[in-house]
């Protein structure tokens, strides 16, 4: 088991119900009454709702693999932007722009170490650009200091999401929507990189909406500009994602996975 895994097991925030403050208190497991444990005969059995609810963190923090475990910060490589190569005549280099997203990436562990809250990144750029390498940096970052974090792909969880309603599933829609909406910090790549529907539009600003009022920040990365943005995922979404978000962007050349493949 990679550390990440363990790390994440043991740091992932459990989807919290409201309680109801009216008249008879309103529990999430009536079995248990929220004490986890179940008392018979004097021996404290563990509740079934905990052993559910484990399997729901496991479940969603299946997507952190072990080469994402590897990416921090030394090891994200300036060398590969070049210094050279604008973006449009008198704009910034490749290499200023990565300069700028490792500083927003750093920046942001920092901030959230400081206040625990605060402005989210969003990471655009190409396919092999480095931006999951930055997510995967700030998740290893936090991560280090016990932070909460949670990585979705973004095509995966909705297709999680969409079997919820096809199979008899271990959880339900309303259970994995929970668990990502209040993770302390939520990591979502690729986004764009799915279908476009009313529904999965509804999915992504239900998510990111419920982040925003409350200030729970996101790193999010995308192949897409904002203009492709505002097609595939929806205005009222991206508009939030805007307000809650620094924008960087990557470019490279060549893809750095396929450079990294030859060895240079
Ligand atoms: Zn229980």
């Not at 004097?42 to 963190?57: F, M």
């Not at 750029?125 to 991560?143: E, R």
């Not at 470019?251 to 450079?259: L, P, S, T």
């Amino acid at each position: 088991m990679d550390k990440i895994g363990k790390l994440l097991r043991k740091n992932l925030p459990l989807a919290k119900e409201t309680k109801e403050e009216t008249d008879g208190t309103k529990y999430r497991c009536p079995l248990c009454q929220d004490r986890g444990i179940i008392i018979n005969d004097d021996i404290a059995y563990q509740c079934q709702c905990v052993k559910h609810r484990t399997a729901l963190k496991n479940f969603l923090s299946a997507n952190v693999t072990p080469v994402i475990a590897t990416y921090t910060f030394d090891k994200f490589q300036l060398s590969y932007y070049s210094p050279h190569i604008q973006i449009e005549s008198g704009g910034p280099t490749y290499r200023a722009l990565a300069e700028g997203a490792l500083h927003g990436a750093k920046e942001f562990v920092a901030r959230y170490l400081e206040q625990k809250n605060g402005t989210g990144l969003l990471l655009e750029g190409n396919v092999g650009s480095g931006k999951t390498f930055l997510a995967g940096a700030i998740i290893n970052a936090l991560i280090e200091h016990e932070k909460q974090v949670l990585f979705l792909v973004v095509p995966d969880f909705l297709d999680d999401l969409r079997a919820t309603y096809q199979k008899q599933g271990e959880f339900s829609e309303a259970e994995l929507m929970d668990t990502a909406r209040k993770a302390e910090v939520l990591v979502l790549d690729d986004l764009g990189a799915h279908n476009f529907s009313d529904w999965t539009q509804n999915k992504i600003f239900s998510l990111i909406n419920y982040r925003m009022n409350h200030g729970l920040p996101c790193v999010i990365t995308t192949n897409l500009s904002i203009g492709e943005m505002n097609d595939v995922v929806g205005l009222r979404t991206v508009s939030r994602i805007i307000q809650m978000c620094k924008i960087y962007r990557l470019y490279v050349d060549e893809d750095i996975r396929v450079v990294l493949h030859r060895g240079r």
